[in-house]
């Protein structure tokens, strides 16, 4: 009986689909994985731009205090309204699909409504937890302007 020397056109075709499916599955599953990233940073300045705009329209003060989750080497927000209507209220803002960290690392920050400023300023570093290199920065500049970027030094 002589060896077999070859594979079959349908082997061939089968080991084919096998490669294409996997292929077209991490693709997906990286598409998927920025548009989180990027759905989050959007999501973090527009809670930002939100709370900033209300501040100016009131003329009324806010600090915003950061914290890291030790579980995770996550962050977390808490704005704290200092008068105005909210006075005393707290919102907060947190996430579980990426991972985020104030690059400065300063704990808390004040927005003054009335000279609608932020002081010091913020850059949140934005990035995906199963992929660290991909990265997005939402910053708000001193004078109160949320904006997301590629690059932190924009």
Not at 27 to 53: H, K, P, Q
Not at 54 to 59: D, I, K, M, N, P
Not at 131 to 145: A, D
Request: one cysteine or more; proline letters at 1%; hydrophobic letters at 40%.
């Amino acid at each position: 009986m002589r060896g077999r020397r070859a594979f079959s056109l349908a082997e061939l075709l089968v080991v084919m689909a096998v490669i294409a499916a996997l292929a077209g599955c991490a693709a997906f599953v990286a598409v998927n994985m920025t548009a989180n990233l990027g759905r989050e940073a959007e999501d973090l300045a527009s809670w930002l731009t939100e709370r900033i705009t209300r501040a100016q329209t009131e003329g009324s003060s806010f600090t915003l205090l950061i914290s890291r989750k030790a579980s995770d080497n996550n962050m977390s927000m808490t704005l704290i309204w200092l008068n105005g209507r909210g006075k005393g209220e707290h919102e907060s803002y947190e996430n579980g699909r990426v991972f985020m960290y104030d690059r400065a690392k300063i704990l808390s920050r004040t927005y003054n409504g009335a000279w609608q400023t932020l002081t010091p300023a913020l850059t949140v570093c934005v990035e995906q937890l199963s992929r660290r290199g991909e990265k997005l920065y939402v910053k708000v500049s001193g004078e109160g302007q949320v904006n997301v970027s590629k690059n932190w030094k924009d």
